[in-house]
């Protein structure tokens, strides 16, 4: 046989499950607000950590050797002066398309922000010079981990708006 609860306690459990329910709401608000502000720093990290470091110019040329095998040979000094404008092709080494700044974004489950990234080579580039991932072989290439920098650099904001939610529902009637 169960025990009752007395009647004050029982309020004070409906007031304490009305209370939960609102600080959940609450937090969920914060965090969409939240996922906004670190996906726009998140970005603003690959910006100035990955995009707006020049791509390092290659030094030497491959050509056809004998027996059909491709030996290096330095670059001349007129495709050195046309290397300097391009970034691709013969005078570089990649492409930048800024793919994998266009597809981080973010997710919110209840109070839970997820910074996501489904560019296929976005994992590899997180992980790149950490002792998980691989080793940064080309020079003028760096390891940035943009989503766990945008939470560190976001973390006393990220403090303060939960904490203001938080208050916000417990004043709440």
Known sequence: MRASISTNAGQVLSRMNRRRALVLRELSVAAREL?????????????????????????????????????????????????????????????????????????????????????RYAAARYTLGTPGGRRIRSQGVRSVQWQRQAVLRRRRDILERRRRAVLRALQAR
Request: glycine letters at 10%; aromatic letters at 6%.
């Open 35 to 119: 996922g906004a502000l670190l996906n726009a720093e998140s970005k603003s990290i690959m910006q100035s950590e990955i995009y707006d470091v020049p791509i390092p110019p290659v030094a030497y040329k491959m050509e056809a050797g004998q027996g059909g095998r491709r030996r290096r040979r330095p670059l001349t000094a007129s495709e050195r002066r046309q290397q300097r404008n391009t970034t691709k092709g013969s005078g570089g080494r990649w492409q930048r398309t800024g793919a994998l700044k266009r597809r981080e974004t973010f997710k919110t489950s209840g109070p839970v922000v997820f910074l996501t990234n489904d560019q």
